[in-house]
Nanobody
Framework: QVQLVESGGGLVQAGGSLRLSCAAS????????MGWFRQAPGKAREFVAY????????GYGDSVKGRFTISRDNAKTTMYLQMSSLQPEDTAVYHC????????????????WGQGTQVTVSS
């Protein structure tokens, strides 16, 4: 069983930056791909970013492409999401999860979800 804990959320002004972390325990971190998703109140869960086991391959949702960067440090068993040029529409709870394979933008292909960290962007 893999446990995932997100951190780094907070309140930031539009145009600002934040870095989220997702610390993993249990399992072998370097053996699975990972992803970030977000969910705003009243909205469906949205794919944000994906990273392969090695970190070489990444993928992004259209709404964050060019502004967010996903990375991982397998030695520290931690994944990151660097967010820049934040906008009010980025306000959501951000969750990390372990990929089970398959299409990486689909939340059904993930397990071991973290509890989430709140990101609020003020205008």
């Amino acid at each position: 069983q893999v446990q995932l804990v997100e951190s780094g959320g907070g309140l930031v002004q539009a145009g600002g930056s934040l870095r989220l972390s997702c610390a993993a325990s249990g399992g072998t971190f370097s053996s699975y791909a990972m992803g970030w998703f977000r969910q705003a109140p009243g909205k469906a869960r949205e794919f944000v970013a994906y990273i392969s086991r090695s970190g070489i391959s990444t993928g992004y949702g259209d709404s964050v492409k060019g502004r967010f960067t996903i990375s991982r440090d397998n030695a520290k068993t931690t994944m990151y999401l660097q967010m820049s040029s934040l906008q009010p529409e980025d306000t959501a709870v951000y969750h990390c999860a372990r990929s089970l394979g398959g299409r990486y933008s689909e939340s059904a292909n993930y397990a071991d979800w973290g509890q989430g960290t709140q990101v609020t962007v003020s205008s």
